[in-house]
């Protein structure tokens, strides 16, 4: 019976030491890592639930994030004064005092269709883009299918060739001006030793518009060659070789095959250049030397851009002024709507 008692006693210890504190340790412990475990998924899941968030924002806004400068910028410095000016072109207002508004409504518009100087700069304008946009366009087309061939020094020349448009208005205008001379210029000394008398490109209305349009001519050409020679350069070899095999010159291929693919290309910088001449101010602002805005003594060379620098900031006219400048723009809307048409009108025969 003793022994009975002793074998028995470590059972009945054994199951009362459950109950006892620190009894069941390795499975607390486990508890204890799996909560650990299950809160680090959480963790994980809800750091990767924002990283995927933070990836579909960055995809939705960021396109608009990195052209919202360039919208910010036209808003402050394009879109603001153009409504300004045609806000301002419906009023009476002087540069000296521009909050002093008084409505007129359209009538600094009416009075420019009587106003014979704004008629003579739109005329002047006219004359002047087609002295300058024509020999341009035709002397870069030359120039680029010169660059097109395989030369020496083709980088130098295409460099060479874009010098012009790098040099600074005022720089390029005071040059031709002593070239243009008329006691002393080098262009009537050329003209002397052919026999030929001086001329007065200043004074003279056709010599003057001329002169101004060499300028323009010289500093733009290269710029329109370059963009002719990029799209020469896309024009497929195959067009070439199909054309030298039929027995075409290169004149013929220059006709046949370059021009037809430069359409859109020539379309494109006949309207941008008629643009440039529409809103040409430095050029025949400092060819006319002491004259300043006019240009001229009688206005012979005064453009759009000129008369409007005239009206607005030598004889404060601001209202006035606006509204040559919303002239402008409309014509500029004209010249692009008859351009769309233009090229409209081959893709409906295509």
Known sequence: MAGD??????????????????AGYGDGEDRRRGDGRRKDRDREDRARERRARWHRWDTRWSPYAFVA????????????????????????????SPDDMEWVGLHNFSRLLTDSFFWNALRNTVTIGLLST??????????AHLLNHRLRGSTFFRVAVLTP??????????????????????????LGLAGLGAVDWQNGTWTSQLAVSTIVVWRWTGYNALIYLAAMRAV??????????????RLQQFRHVTLPSLRPTILFTCVVSTIGATQLFGEPLLFSGGAGATGGS??????????????????????????????????????????????RRPRRSS
Do not use: K
């Open 165 to 190: 448009y790098a040099t600074s208005v005022a720089a390029a205008t005071l040059v031709f001006v002593l070239l243009f001379g008329r006691d002393h210029g080098m262009i009537n000394w050329a």
């Open 69 to 96: 400068p360039f919208f910010l910028f036209f808003a402050v410095f394009g879109l603001f004064p153009l409504l300004y000016t045609g806000w301002a072109s419906l009023h009476r207002v002087e540069l000296t």
């Open 134 to 143: 024509v020999p341009q366009l035709l002397i870069a087309l030359g120039v």
């Open 298 to 343: 009688d206005h012979q060379f005064q453009t759009l851009g000129l008369y409007l620098y005239e009206q607005g900031w030598v004889n404060l006219h601001l209202g006035r002024a606006s509204a040559i400048a919303w002239a402008m723009f409309l014509i500029l809307l004209v010249i692009g709507a008859v351009n769309r048409l233009i090229t």
């Open 5 to 22: 008692a002793t074998t028995a006693a470590p059972s009945g210890w054994q199951e009362g030491a459950a109950g006892l504190p620190g």
């Open 236 to 249: 497929p070899d195959e067009l070439y070789e199909s054309a030298e095999l039929d027995g075409a010159s």
